[in-house]
């Protein structure tokens, strides 16, 4: 009773709290006693002006719960805007695990988190709707959008938003380059459901050979796994099937496992293009040596339900191969949403939509895209040469000096990145001063407009357009959000670079991106690694550090313990072959 008593008198005490629940055991010979204490809240409403107006937020719409889209709403402080996110699947995918996904090594749940998960962990409120952008009207702030639930549900399934601020999203689609028959015969890999049913084709490849009565010719052929396309994705898949093959579908199905093939058809010279030469070559000498056929220098024509034709670029030749199943990874293309807005803002004639450094669509003020459907066009250093000479001559002397350069190299380098790639590029120019000296290497106290234009006339040549993947996605994605964050305080005081053609300075630092290196799995528990520094890793060390890497960057603890708990149930027990 003393102890109920304490509780009565704590509950008076703090009003302010809604509820106080104390779950007591006490040993009594009658078993446990419950108690149970609620406190009433204060119920004194706060005083408020009526004639005091809330200030109205601006209304920023998010389309994709992609890399980009999900990193955004990560690090948006929600409770400066009204933010609302439009997206036509309510979760996010760690899309680097997908290869795993198709072989089961991981399940698709593992790698999946509900993006209202993510939002509600924020600060503010973040309104989701499970739809499809299919109209963007720039000229209105308005987008239309359409409901993929297609149930039979009561309600209006196209509805319209009014945005302050437009963050385009959407990631990009499967580029087929118009070859015949690969939207109807072909799987993809660039979704969650892709995975799935690349998973159940190939289980189902499997048992359509063991059964009685075809020939071997056919079994060959349904046990024929084609993919086209050498780039990382393509190169994974080939690695994870080629396990799953060899670690676990021969032991169930012995019959026929001297029957089964894998070929990569490449129509360049060399897979893993993007990678040093070192990984590329490694990875073709280990491919052969598991009996993966690597077919490079040849280009897809058509594809069919039963074959795929295809033509030897060195032979000048069109070949037809029968296959079971085919995997199209070649490329990224825009969605249809994005290509009608490109004609709007009047980049109808680019195959991208075109951002400027602060990833802001060129041609619209309130318009982000972030990811794999837009690029960053990057201002030229030729374009402002005069005016960063200009602006340099602090004397108006029509010449510049060593220490007048000085003085404005440090906004140079932030507001046009490629000066930075041009001196790493070459070695002779260890410091920024050099790029001033003259054709002979002699040092020079003072240069004219130009033998400036001259010293600077190559960095343009360091320009390259960023990769479409996840690490550039997420870090535009965090980038924005910082910008919002701070948009109000950038308004006073400014942090970008100063301005060359104007006065003043930029309110943001343009977007840099930097890259951490990139992973290539190539199977037999073996990877290779291309790390900042020139560096590269290859081996079963290498797939260690895939391994650490990839489940320190899942998006929660839950799906960081699932990823985990399913490469230990594989490494124990082995895949699931079940189609489901």
């Known amino acids: 009773m003393a102890i109920l008593s304490f509780l009565g008198r704590a509950s008076r005490t703090y009003k302010g709290y809604p509820k106080l629940l104390v779950l007591c055991t006490l040993s009594l010979s009658s078993g446990g006693l419950v108690a149970y204490s ?220 001297d029957l089964v093939k894998i070929t990569v058809i490449q129509s360049g010279d060399h897979i893993l293009n993007t990678f040093d030469e070192r990984i590329s070559s490694f990875a073709e000498k280990k491919f052969r040596r598991d009996g993966i056929e690597v077919q490079t220098g040849c280009r897809v024509v058509s594809v069919s339900d039963k074959d795929i034709t295809m033509k030897v670029k060195s032979k000048e030749e069109v070949c037809t191969v029968p296959h079971g199943l085919v995997v199209w990874s070649t490329g990224i293309g825009t969605r249809p949403v994005v290509r009608d807005f490109m004609e709007q803002v ?31 066009d990057q201002r030229k250093v030729m374009e402002d040469i005069l005016s960063i000479f200009e602006a340099a001559d602090k004397d108006n002397s029509g010449t510049l000096t060593v220490e007048e350069f000085k003085d404005v190299i440090d906004d140079i380098l932030i507001r046009y990145p490629q000066v930075d790639h041009y001196l790493k590029s070459q070695r002779h120019l260890r410091e920024v001063k050099d790029l001033l000296k003259d054709p002979q290497g002699n040092d020079q106290q003072e240069v004219n407009v130009e033998q400036f234009k ?23 994605g965090a980038y924005l959000s910082r910008c919002f964050n701070h948009r109000i305080q950038s308004e006073e005081n400014p942090e970008g670079p100063r301005r060359f053609r104007g006065s003043g300075r930029h309110r943001f630092r343009p977007f840099q991106y930097k890259h951490f290196g990139q992973f290539a799995p190539l199977g037999g528990e073996q990877a290779a690694a291309e790390l900042p520094g020139d560096w590269v890793s290859i081996g079963h060390s290498t797939q260690w550090l895939w391994y650490s890497v990839y489940a320190s960057k899942q998006v929660s603890w839950r799906t960081r313990m699932l990823v985990v708990s399913d490469w230990t149930r594989r490494f124990i027990f082995g895949r699931d072959s079940s189609r489901i």
């Open 454 to 476: 001259l010293a600077l006339s190559h960095v343009d040549s360091q320009m390259k357009s960023l990769p479409a993947t996840a690490q550039v996605a997420a870090q535009q």
């Open 346 to 376: 009047g980049q109808a004639k680019r195959r991208v939509l075109a951002t400027d450094e602060w990833l802001r669509v060129k041609g619209c003020e309130n318009v982000y895209a972030i990811g794999d459907c837009a690029t960053i």
């Open 38 to 257: 609620e406190s009433q809240p204060d119920t004194r409403a706060p005083h408020v002006d009526p004639n005091e107006k809330e200030p109205e937020k601006k209304r920023v719409v998010v389309l994709g719960t992609g890399w980009a889209g999900t990193s955004l709403l990560k690090d948006l402080d929600a409770s400066l805007y009204d933010v609302q996110v439009v997206s036509p699947r309510n979760y996010f995918a760690f899309t680097p695990l997908l290869p795993s996904v198709t072989c089961g090594t991981v399940e698709a749940r593992s790698i999946v988190e509900p993006i209202r998960n993510i939002a509600k962990k924020r600060k503010g409120e973040v309104k989701i709707w499970e739809a499809e952008c299919v109209k963007i009207d720039a000229a209105n702030n308005k987008i239309l959008c359409r409901s993929n639930i297609e149930n039979n549900l009561v309600g209006n399934r196209e509805f319209f938003l009014e945005y302050d601020y437009l963050v385009i999203g959407v990631g990009a689609q499967v580029n087929t380059f118009n070859t015949p028959g690969v939207k109807e015969n072909c799987h993809f890999l660039k979704e969650v459901e892709d995975a799935q049913k690349i998973r159940r084709s190939v289980i189902d490849c499997f048992e359509m050979a063991i059964l009685p009565g075809l020939s071997e010719e056919e079994r060959r052929t349904n046990l024929h796994f084609i993919i086209v396309g050498g780039g990382p994705t393509g190169v994974e898949f080939a690695a994870e099937l080629h396990d799953f093959l060899a670690e676990d579908l021969v032991k169930l199905y012995p019959a026929v496992k």
